[in-house]
Every structure is written in C-alpha cells, then in structure tokens.
C-alpha cells in the first residue's frame, strides 16, 4: 500500500537467472474499485532487467505481485529488484 496514490505505466523487474517467476500477474488497488487484476506478463529466466508496460496508466494506492510460476522446481524466485515508472 502507497501513503497516496501513485500514477504507474510500467514496472521493472530483476531477477536472478534460475529462479524467475515465469508467469507473473499484478493487482492494483484502488479505493473506488479494491483489487483488481492488471495484466499477467512473462519474464524471461535471465538475470537483467526486464521492463513491462501496463495496458493502461492508472492511479494505484496499492500494489501486488503474484508469482505463479517459477523457473525453478522447488518454486523458489529471488528477486533483487522492483522499479515503478
């Protein structure tokens, strides 16, 4: 959750090669609407930056990232950073 709202377009993501979410998805929250899913994108299993654009830019007071699979078979994701833009 965001001490107020933030206008976000895309987000950037850095994982660590062998253990990428493969197929993530994002939810925002707004208080008018609650949670609501944004997009699902699918990051390459690497381990340099990977930009997403999201289908629309829109003003959020909460953000989540559910990580559904993983490059790895025990499921483990190591993610080293996360960017808004």
Not at 5 to 23: A, H, I, M, W, Y
């Amino acid at each position: 959750m965001f001490a107020s709202p933030v206008d976000v377009s895309r987000l950037s993501l850095t994982f660590q090669g062998g253990f990428v979410g493969t197929r993530c998805a994002m939810e925002a929250y707004s208080s008018e609407y609650g949670w609501q899913r944004k997009g699902v994108f699918y990051p390459e299993d690497v381990n340099r930056a990977q930009t997403f654009e999201l289908a629309e830019k829109s003003a959020l007071d909460g953000l989540k990232l559910l990580f559904e699979e993983s490059s790895d078979f025990f499921g483990r994701i190591t993610l080293y950073s996360v960017e808004l833009f």
